[in-house]
């Protein structure tokens, strides 16, 4: 799921900029099945990262309303959805749906929260831990997952949470000097959006950088490898592009 919303996220960004309209069918495909392939795999916090974006670039940019890739973008998303629910495909999501509604707050967070007081009651098992943590990967070297229910038969490999994810690994010290770190990167997203005029590549990275980071608040995107290179390579990005602050 993660790796769909890497892709709309910055999709959306360069068919906006693009000005070859003959590029348009290709762009179109690519929503289409991007919708698909969300209401097949029932991934909450992936819909949920793209909402905040979206919401971003709205209220950033109020032409980005006018602009008809936005438009068509979210028409073959829900096209492509629809597809997966005409074919069958989106049991998952809805029974993902339906749990958030119906169950209580563990349930709905497919185990998490218990996931999430395992993990800090393991952090603050010594006063060693809660300042230094236990190296990368602690959760699965240190037996919190052994101790966990399963989630449709997997285990869980990292806690789902990242600020809970570095405390673990890296304990009070390391995690306030991560988050000092993409407090900056989130800094930089907030100009660009601020100073923004139009729904361009930048624009896209910010709102895309700042729904990534609510994203990990409930997944393994700074855990895996793949959203996590993509994560770097877009915080370079964006300290390179974006306006400097005054002084």
Known sequence: ??????????????????RNRLMS?????LFVAAGFFSAWSGGRGQLLALLVSGVLILLAVPQARRTPPVWMAILA????????????QAELMAAQLGKSIHSDSDQVSSGRVGLWMASL?????????????YAPDAFSRHGIVSALPTVQGIQFAQPHNVIIQWL?????IGCLLMLAWHGR???SALRILRNARVLDAPVAAAALMLGLF???????LFYHLIPLTFIVILCAYLSAVAPRPPG
Do not use: C, K, M
């Open 214 to 220: 609510v994203y990990g608040l409930t997944d393994g």
């Open 25 to 29: 069918p290709a762009w179109v495909l």
């Open 168 to 172: 673990l690994d890296f304990g009070i």
């Open 185 to 187: 990167v989130a800094r």
């Open 121 to 133: 009651r393991r952090a603050a098992a010594s006063p060693e831990s809660l300042l230094f943590g």
């Open 1 to 18: 799921n993660y790796d769909i919303a890497l892709v709309l996220g910055l999709g959306l960004g360069f068919w906006a900029a693009a």
């Open 77 to 88: 998303f829900g096209i492509g959805a629809l597809l997966a629910h005409q074919a069958g």
